[in-house]
């Protein structure tokens, strides 16, 4: 399957039934409506080639595929929304990271040298590289 026509939030509707296992209650939780989670579930049934829900007098019950898909589908959701809400903590005294910096020829002469003297008093660990102005990447 080509992920770049896939709606990802499809996978939100799909982690939120597992555990919701009623229409109403994963659209209550989503804050949308009834009939746009039946939509989206039968876009991701046709996009998956499996039912993934059936009813029971209980609620809606995941397919053999469903429960397949459940923990991979789990873990790659906590990991994006994981690395969403961490903040981004830059400390550069223990940084190891390289930067990319585009620059013209008179920032190069003025800022660069005073941006080189502040990195190895503070960041010794980073690394970058200078692409001229103008340049492609």
């Known amino acids: 399957m080509d992920l770049k026509n896939f709606d990802l939030n ?3 509707v799909f982690d939120q039934m597992l555990k919701e296992r009623k229409v109403s209650a994963v659209a209550d939780t989503l804050g949308v409506t009834q009939p746009a989670i039946s939509r989206s579930l039968k876009r991701l ?10 009813r ?3 609620g809606m019950e995941p397919t053999s595929y469903a429960r397949h898909l459940a923990e991979p589908v789990g873990e790659a959701l906590d990991s994006l929304r994981s690395a ?8 550069p005294r223990s940084s190891r990271r390289s930067f990319t910096l585009r620059m013209s020829d008179s920032e190069e002469i003025y800022i660069l040298p005073r941006l080189l003297r502040f990195l190895s008093g503070t ?8 692409v001229r102005d103008g340049a492609r990447r």
Request: contains cysteine; hydrophobic residues 45%.
């Open 10 to 12: 499809l996978l939100l």
């Open 45 to 54: 049934r046709a996009l998956l080639g499996d039912e993934l829900f059936y």
């Open 56 to 58: 029971t007098a209980n």
């Open 84 to 91: 969403i809400s961490r903040e981004f903590d830059f400390h």
């Open 123 to 130: 960041a010794q660990g980073v690394c970058g590289k200078i």
